[in-house]
């Protein structure tokens, strides 16, 4: 009896854990190649290869997010159908709607020979310009459009700086969050450790607003990017 339970609560704990899911995915007109797959409840990352196919470890309950930067977002949850085939996703394209363009007619004014003549017969007549005036020569004393001009370089609006990660946050980030750390950015982000602090200097120039620290999957897109523009910035003949 004793044997029984234990085959069986080995049985029960196998089919309990992570199994490796295998699957697809593709859009209306092909294979979808460098798509993310994440597991939400093991924080476990993969991505589709050339021609789409996946592996990802997965138990039966967890909620896979398959994601690109060029289509809908999906989410989906791993059920025992899971592990006895290959699996297939299909992903929405995003499309750009173009904003509503309102087209005003212009009115064009005909050409009157007649009257244009008759406006160059008037003289033209000096624009009366204000001026004080003070004691009995009559002499301007102020001069209101440099005092005008003189003010508003006093009251010139001063710039509003829009707070934007810094490099010490992102160095911040990769110490001490569970997700972004050290092996992702080596294996992921492909970031070499020498070039560590380059790379969050470069993150930083591209003002990327705090509001993704609390946005792992947006953050997950952000920096996947830069990696990818910082490692072409590097490998250019013209970088030093």
């Known amino acids: ?81 899971f592990y006895e085939d290959v699996v297939v996703f299909e992903l929405k394209q995003i499309t750009n709607a173009l904003d509503e363009v309102e087209v005003h007619k212009v009115i064009e004014r005909k050409y009157d020979s007649t009257a244009f003549q008759n406006d160059l017969s008037i003289p033209a007549r000096a624009p009366k310009t204000p001026v004080l005036r003070s004691g009995s020569n009559y002499e301007p004393t102020l001069n209101l459009i440099s005092l005008a001009s003189a003010i508003g370089r006093l009251f010139k609006r001063k710039k509003i700086d829009v707070p934007t990660i810094k ?28 070039k560590e602090y380059l790379f969050f200097e470069y993150c930083a120039n591209q003002k990327l607003a705090p509001a993704l620290l609390n946005n792992q999957l947006l953050m997950v897109e952000a920096l996947l990017k830069c990696s990818a523009n910082f490692r072409i910035a590097k490998e250019s003949p013209n970088t030093n």
């Not at 997965?58 to 059920?79: E, M, N, P």
């Open 167 to 194: 490099a010490a946050d992102f160095e911040k980030l990769f110490k001490t969050d569970s997700f972004f750390t050290i092996d992702f950015l080596r294996k992921d982000l492909q970031i070499e450790e020498k």
């Open 1 to 81: 009896m004793r044997i029984i339970l234990l085959v069986s609560f080995f049985i029960l704990s196998t089919m309990v854990s992570a199994q490796t899911v295998s699957g697809i995915v593709y859009d209306s007109e092909n294979t979808v190649k460098g798509a993310r797959l994440y597991n939400e409840a093991q924080n476990k990352l993969n991505y589709t290869k050339d021609d789409g196919r996946f592996e990802l470890e997965a138990t039966l309950g967890d909620v896979l997010i398959i994601y690109s930067l060029f289509h809908q977002k999906l989410r989906v949850t791993v059920t025992p159908e």
